[in-house]
């Protein structure tokens, strides 16, 4: 098993910045990629951006390209998701996920095991 945990949440107006992260417990070592999935009010959960756990390859969703950065911390078992120039349509709950096996498509919810609690994203216009 995997835990996960989000943190980083807030609140922010809009073109500012946020950093979330999502620290894995548990057995890591079965990770194989961590992706970042988003869910709005009345709306179906949707990919943001993912990492491979080993060999570091990125995915995003085309809407966060150029603004979100993913990144890792092996050593301290920890994603990271850098948030630059937010606008009121990011407002969302962001969910961490964990993947324990190689699939060829990486913004799949289906693919992911391992699911935080979720952090609330709210930008104001």
């Known amino acids: 098993q995997v835990q996960l945990v989000e943190s980083g949440g807030g609140f922010v107006q809009a073109g500012g910045s946020l950093r979330l992260s999502c620290a894995a417990s548990g057995r890591t070592f079965t990770i194989y990629r961590m992706a970042w999935f988003r869910q709005a009010p009345g709306k179906e959960r949707d990919f943001v951006a993912a990492i491979e756990w080993s060999a570091g390859g990125r995915y995003y969703t085309d809407s966060v390209k150029g603004r979100f950065t993913i990144s890792r911390d092996n050593a301290k078992n920890t994603v990271h998701l850098q948030m630059n120039s937010l606008k009121p349509e990011d407002t969302a709950f962001y969910y961490c996920?964990?993947?324990?096996?190689?699939?060829?498509?990486?913004?799949?919810?289906?693919?992911?095991?391992?699911w935080g609690q979720g952090t609330q994203v709210t930008v104001s216009s």
């Open positions: 996920a964990a993947d324990r096996s190689f699939s060829p498509v990486a913004s799949s919810i289906h693919e992911y095991d391992y």
